[in-house]
């Protein structure tokens, strides 16, 4: 038996029972990736070796325009198929094999990018100076460390200023899909993980600025106060677009939820809270993720040591 035809099994009993997004994600990997490479393997000559080789493959030349998977890809794309063997095993189509594959370092691999509080600032009074629905988006995520999907996916009925939370309980996104012509598929889901359906609290400042925003109906979407939903590469686009604009440094979106996460942190946060807000399972996720010291706080220090 082939490899691919145990990866068309593995993927038939997952999507039974995982989230849509998550399958797409799984197909996804599995077509472009994993397929290419293994797909036509016979199962017994899927061995640690030709693993490893793949590994190094994808870390060197990628499959992507030529360019290295990061690091973080190739390990899921390795957990994947550790998963799809201990299926077989399971289904008693092979033995089950224990592989150790080995990372090549990736020195250069860049670190998360957070704005400094200067740079904040000047996002901040940019989105002032020209608030609108989608502006206004850019200043709620930077204050509550929305992630991008739920950004999009919220409602105005998801905001109860009387008692000043947003109410996380959807995400959205565009997903492959074997369906669609095009490939891909908006979908509209409950978040990420079980802890990431949470209530963020609003700053009393993003509540007055909320009251100046004459939204027609709480059941339109916030960044486009209509029944129709701006989705993430159109918002990131427009985000790109309002930082050129303003001469503001690029950082991409995704650095707002770092740059809020680690303004918390600077201004004394209960890392446990923060955890919450940002819908973490861990505190470990929150501090190895998201939190960035700038060098003002480092040198603080190791200005703690005296000498005499």
Known sequence: MVFQSVLEMWLKEKKEYVKESTYAYYHFEVTNYISPL??????NDVTEERIQEAVLFWQGKGMENGHALKKSTVQNLVTLIKQV???A???GIMENTIIEIHFAPQYLEKGRKVYNQKEQAQ???AVLDDLNYKTFGI??????????GEMCALKWSDINLNSGVIHVTKTLQRIYSEKEENKTQIVIT?????????????SQRIRSIIGTLHFQSLEHYVLTDSDHYMEPRSFRRFYKQFLKKNNIKELSFHCLRHTFATRCIEGGADYKSLSEILGHATINT???????????????????????
């Open 89 to 91: 095993a399971r289904k």
């Open 286 to 308: 929150t501090l190895n993720m998201y939190v960035h010291p700038q060098m003002e706080e480092k040198r603080k220090c190791v200005e703690l040591l005296e000498w005499k």
């Open 123 to 125: 996002l901040i009074q």
């Open 139 to 148: 200043l709620l995520c930077i204050n509550s460390g929305l992630r991008i």
């Open 190 to 202: 409950a978040p990420k993980t079980a802890t990431s359906i949470r209530e963020v609290p609003l």
């Open 38 to 43: 293994l797909g036509t393997l016979d199962l």
């Open 85 to 87: 063997l201990k299926f």
